[in-house]
């Protein structure tokens, strides 16, 4: 846990995911869209992951993958940065990592 922990803590966005796993693709497509470059890390290519996977479950992430965080808190899974995002409420919380145009 305390890899994981740390991980989210270097960075603004980071996202939790697997090589193969096509809704976390989908989230990347997202933030692409959006302006913003998370750091990503596949946990399938990790030696650690199955741990990694372990950890992000008693963070609280309803499935490890993906998860995303932004400013270091969980916001959780693909369902909701989907639902954040048709809410209106995703872009003022990457507004800060946006990439400058």
Known sequence: MDKVVRLVSERGVVLFSKSTCCLCYAVKILFQELGVTPTVHEID?????????????????????PAVF???KLVGSTNEVMSLHLSGGLIPLLKPYQALC
């Open 45 to 65: 290519q990790d030696p650690e992951g199955r741990e990694m996977e372990r950890a992000l479950m008693r963070l609280g992430c309803k499935a490890p993958v």
């Open 70 to 72: 932004i400013g270091g």
